[in-house]
């Protein structure tokens, strides 16, 4: 329990943790203190003023006894100042005044010196309906200017500043209180934007290029107090009073974003934060800001097609369904139901995964069945309930594998946080730099492959500590003796000794050593791993987890939205069955006829881009049930259009286990006549199930959604993980790359430029043109400078991408995106190698740098047509 | 007795040619002191010694030296002792002749406080303009290192100092502690919020010390000849000499170290040569164009803080800046004010609004073309100044409007109507830069 103390509060008493400040402990009574520059997720400034109050504190006598009145009551003694009450910290016995004439005046006069420079252009204010300044203004301002007759003296500033694509500043509504530059200082730790000049000339400008720099920045038009920070994408487009705030949860990646659409009219207005203190707090990424606009985008399938004649022609769904159910039973009757085979995708909800998954397990009848194309592993168990809460009073955190900055925007957040403002360790693991080694304590930079060295050698490290330290010993010792596996497990330990397993790993000995040290006097660890490494590597850490007695602790990040719920919903193989990547094998080697994909894409995904497409030129009968034609529609003979998470109710799963509910906020996407009448719409994707089901002769009885929700959260629950040790042994043998090739790396980019992107006006301008990271060195060598034209070459194909150099990668290895607009790395990955090794050669020097623009962003600031992406990606056999 | 004749700590040997050269400086008893605190004393020792002299803080706030020193945590390393050479209070001149002339005495009072605190790693920071200053220290810095005063193992003693010089961009602000600090971090010079105090998260979030150039320019002398030495001048409460700034319409403006509690008359007309062409005062700052104006019947104060205090005013740096009885007071106020305009570092909105309202109804009395209520208009938004900003820079913008209204409301009446003659001298001497 923390120190508490008492304060009174223009008259009420308030209990608070001693070092709450003053302005905290009103709101607990209600008590709204006005405020600008205060925030509470921001470090305390005190700039603007507003919030001054009186405070008083008890008087002592000499003796330090409390001084008392006649009646008994404590005397107070007032401060000769009046105080900011956001950065008064309550202590026992304070006195606060926030509503006495004397303190009415004061705000008037902050007003009174913000309004004299504001423009008052509220009527054109998109912040208008929602602006402190606004409500500040109508509860304390006095109605007129007694500089009034100074007006034309006014700062005369921008109003349509340019701040980045996203954000657009207006500086005569700014009023300086600092809110943005700390929440990018601070909670984004991207130091972006920075106050500039001083006095009367202060003003905001970014300090990057590509300017504001950030995957957080339209947060700060959320925090802005008044309209001085706009969106650029809802500019003008709404009064905020007359939208609709639907309360959803964003599914673009796995932190199950909670946010409010504004929808007026079937369209969306924009989307904005939904406080969430459990999940994204108060915070939502560019990414959920900006890229949900391809929902209401007129290029959205509303018909089915069918495939007549070669080519795909509209069709109603009771044809469409018809046929799909039609080749089903075919399939079915000729070769058995294993000649089927079903893939669903991480972006269908929960009932769509469920009602997909007992479609095709128990009314078809196969076992091929998965949600996608390439093996991750889960979390073992059960996430702790309150993942954040845990998380965030971790004194140790251990990343591998992983780059939240690109992958999972709130854990991002969080881990900056923890890192930040808790200081907890962190140890960030990866075969390459990633954004979060700026906070990490420390980053340990591995050679791809050698994960189980690595870990076994700090497990080592951590068992030894204790079994020299008596004080750790009796805890620890606890945590093994007599747990499953635990002998054989710590013979295994046998061969990583300190030198080795940092010589596999190609780290520093000591480096392995202080994250040992790290590790075994923690107090509480955490071990977060990328859904990518292979099951061996989970095992081992699930042995540091139980080591440390905490199974629960150690968590799979999925980048993906609802990569645990369809899982868990049953998109998984059954007994004998195959998996995605198994399925396009058969496929392609004829086994399998009836390939239904739903929200997913093997051109994109699957690790082998020319498997995935000759499969799909093999297959007799291929269903897409997707949301825009494509790349993979080409090779459908039906398309089913699916309605977006936005179009429906249900339920999501993110990463960490946590089931939340999405609310439908437009119709599903419809096509009209000139009359209005509705001809045909999308469909949710558990109706689309349920349908088939019903008409392969299975009727659910399921009507709505709910009844999916129901079955879903019927499921067996998930039982915590138990704690045993597996021995793992460290098999691959260490990468080295071929004499005059590198070892190609990848992982994953948020703007990567994929299929939502070109419905994404705004968003779709700041994907990067592709490129390689190679390290400086390799470079220099090789006569590659920054931004040249290369070639990546492999074994199975080259791709042509920008270089861009730094020290992101070691030397020895290359770095590409997964996937960016249409370069995609699976086109020259080798699948059946270890890794795959490329040749690197310049085709054309960089560009002069004025035509190239910012940061090889697409569009630099300010309006402008995007760059012909003409960098040519051409597969050469 | 004449002022040269006079007993002094810091200007006994400022005139000394080649003072600021290292030979002529030792030849006159210079680092002596730190000999001495190295060979015979410890580090407690010379802060004891210091708080036992009484020594208050010259740069305008007269805390004790030896009690801010005592309040650095002991066994939180590093700790820092910074050295503000930020000068820029209008009417305040006196770190800037100690720079110049005589870089050695700071160099080796600022080492005696490092060895105090227990500082390894020392700050001196510069002002933007002092270039010709931060040119001496410089050179002093790199002699004093020759002759083995700093660095490793310090005439083998075993204590470690590095002393490093930086220079401010040129703002009043970063003459104000923590915005110093953040400054010297390479921050925006914007004031931090207290607490958490400099002692105990200053510089790079370690206990630090910020102390004026002239303060530690008086430890020499309190560790060479004694706190005793250092007691037998000044008042009880503010023992020593303060060098004082006189400028204005006086004869010889200049720096005049005197004891604490000399009456400013005596300073005016024995030390300054009096009143330029034996006119009348209409109005005088004590200490700096921070503190509220006085008229010429505070003239026998005696310049101490309590005297002054009780005066009406704040002796703060000491800067006496006399105004003759043809001073037009609204003009004084206008310049004054549009120096703190300039210098509002713009972080809170009462100084960052306030003054450029403040400024833009004085510019329009300049003019002539006031309005009727202008005096109030301008007390009222100079009270919603003062006491309600971050830092006390809101308040002394704030201060020349409220004391000059105060005492000659006419002027302003006058200036409703009546432009400022332009031919009336400003006489502030300390250059702003601008
Ligand atoms: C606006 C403002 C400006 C200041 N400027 C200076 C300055 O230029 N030099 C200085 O020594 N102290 C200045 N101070 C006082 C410092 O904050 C601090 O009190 C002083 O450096 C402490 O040193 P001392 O204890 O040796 O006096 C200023 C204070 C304020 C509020
Ligand atoms: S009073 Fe406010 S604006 Fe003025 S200098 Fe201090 S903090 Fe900056
Ligand atoms: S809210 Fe307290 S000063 Fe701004």
Redesign the interface.
Known sequence: MPDLVTVTIDEQKVTVPKGSLVIEAATQIGIDVPRFCYHPKLS???????C?GEVGMPKMNPDRTPALNEDGTPQIAMM???QTLC?TQAAEGMVVLSETPAVVK?RQ??L???L??HPLDCPICDKGGECMLQDQTMAYAQGHS??Q??YH?RRDLDKDYLLSEFITLDRERC??CARCTRFLDEVAQDPVL??V??????MIDTMSDPPVDSKYSGNTIDICPVGALTSRAFRFRSRVWEVKNVPTVSMIDGSGTNIFVSQRNETLIRVIPRDNEAINECWISDRDRFGLEYIDNDARLTYPLVRRDGKLEPATWDEALQLVTDKIKAAKEQRGANSIGAVGGPKLTNEGALSMARLFGDVVGTPNVDAGWTPTITTPGKPPATFYEELEGADVILVLGANPNEELCSLDLRLKKAAFQRKAHLINCNPYKTPLDRLARQSLIYNEGSEVALLNGLAKLVHQSWTAEPAQTEALRNNVEGRAGATAWIDSLGPYSSNRAAELAGISEPDLRAAATAIAGSERLFLLVGEDVSPAVLSTLQNLAALKGRSDYLVVLHPEPNAVGVRRAGLAPREGGLDGQGMLDATFKGNLKVLYIAANNPLHWAADYDLAQRALQTAEFVVVQTLFENELTEHADVVLPAASFMEQDGTTTNFHGKVQNLKQVFRPRERRDDDGNTLSACAPDWIIFTKLAQLLGKDFGYTRVGDWTQQFKALPALTPNEVRFTPVTYEASPAVAPEGTFQLLTGNLLYDGGESFPYCDRLNRVVPEPFVYINRADARKLGIENLALVEVKSARGAVQVRAKLGREVKAGTVWMPRRLRAVQVNRIIEVDKPYTAVTLTKLQDAPPKETLPADMHAVGVGEGTPVDMNISTAVVP | MAYEDEPKIIHQHINVPDIKKIDVYEAHDGYQAWRKALSEMSGDDVLNEVKASGLAGRGGAWFPTGMKWSFMPKPVFPKYLVCNCDESEPGTFSNREIVIKHPHILLEGFMLGCYAIGCNHGYIYVRGEFMQGYATLRRALAEARARGYVGKNVLGSGFDLEITLHVGAG?Y?CGEETALLSSLEGD??QPR?KPPFPAVEGLYAKPTSVNNVETLSNVPFIIGQGAAAFRQWGTEKAPGMKIVSVSGHVNKPGNYEVPVGTSIRKILEEYAGGVLGGKGIKVFFPGGSSTPMLTPDKLDTPLDPQSITAAGSILGTAGLCIFDEDVDVVKVTHRLLRFY??????????C??????LV??LN?LAQGRG?DGDAD?LVDMAT?IA????CLLGDAAATPVLSSIKNFREDYEKHITNPIEEKVFIPLTSGNGH
């Open positions: 305390a400034v005190g700039m603007c003023r507003m001054l000769p100042k009046p950065t004061m006069a902050v009174e010196f913000l004299a420079n007694r500089v007759d100074l003296l009023i300086q920075e106050l000049a001083r006095g009367s000339r202060t | 703002a602000i925006r010079g919020l305009k300039h210098e509002s570092c713009g972080k809170c909105t009462p960052r609004e306030g003054n450029d309202w833009a109804i329009r309005k208009l919603n006491g309600r900003s971050f």
